[in-house]
């Protein structure tokens, strides 16, 4: 994590220079004054394209464990699992000039990434794995935004305790390079307790950001009318919408 790199050197910004990124109405809105600050000030230290460490084959988890939803009882789910997900549909939508609805096939034959990354959950436990899969920017310049589009919303196939899951980033993670939509994990398609078959990967930011199972993307202007209004699942019941490590 940088985040002793990061309070070593707030003391050294100025405090009125980081407010670009969230300085419209729903920025300022969807953020907390000292989120806002901790976005702002780790894209301003470690630069918005800098890449989250990667480790190597050696430092690889044994196990990844499975959090939150580990496995989807619907009879969909099962159907689709039974067929190793040969008709699973990934949609773009929203704000974008060519919507797409996307086959695995279609996502494993887009241009691939592989990186090697540690999942740090807000539980208290990390996890080093390998993820492949193609860049989310290469996706959403397939679809090409709209002038408007300011975040991506993340649909996903499981419910919590009778909600969907669901989260949301915004541009400058959505175009990072580290940021891909995985189908693989450790070599391996997605076990089902990891989010199979495709899963988000924005590895800038802690555990519950990274939505699995997912089933589309959203691109939208404004998140306060999507489910509570807080950009994701647990945000909406009190967790960070920016959760920068
Ligand atoms: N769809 C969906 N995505 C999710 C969750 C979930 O319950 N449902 N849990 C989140 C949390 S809190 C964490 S830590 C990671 C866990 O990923 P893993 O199951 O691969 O360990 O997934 C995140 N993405
Ligand atoms: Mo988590």
Not at 74 to 87: G, L, M, R
Not at 101 to 129: F, K
Not at 176 to 197: C, D, K, S, V, Y
């Amino acid at each position: 994590m940088h985040r002793r790199g990061l309070l070593a050197g707030i003391a050294a910004l100025a405090t009125g220079g980081c407010a670009k990124v969230a300085d419209s109405g729903t920025g300022q809105a969807l953020l907390g004054a000292a989120e806002t600050w901790h976005m702002n000030a780790q894209r301003f230290l470690t630069g918005r394209n800098a890449l989250a460490t990667e480790f190597t084959r050696a430092d690889i988890s044994p196990f990844f464990r499975g959090n939150g939803t580990t496995a989807i009882d619907t009879p969909e789910y099962a159907a689709a699992k039974a067929t190793d997900f040969a008709n699973w549909r990934l949609t773009v939508t929203g704000l974008v000039a060519h919507p797409l609805t996307l086959s695995m096939e279609n996502i494993r034959r887009l241009p691939q990434r592989t990186q090697i990354t540690r999942h740090d959950c807000v539980e208290g436990w990390s996890a080093i794995g390998e993820w492949t899969g193609p860049q989310l920017a290469t996706i959403l310049r397939g679809a090409t935004l709209l002038p408007s589009a300011r975040f991506i919303v993340f649909r996903c196939a499981d419910t919590l305790g009778g909600a969907p899951y669901y989260e949301s980033i915004d541009l400058v993670d959505a175009f990072h390079p580290q940021t891909i939509i995985a189908h693989m994990l450790n070599g391996a398609p997605l076990p089902e307790r990891n989010g199979a078959p495709l899963r988000l990967r924005v590895e800038r930011q802690l555990g519950y950001k990274h939505a699995k199972y997912l089933t589309g993307l959203e691109i939208v202007s404004d998140l306060s009318d999507i489910h509570g209004g807080h950009g994701g699942y647990w945000e909406d019941r009190g967790y960070h919408w920016y959760a920068g490590a």
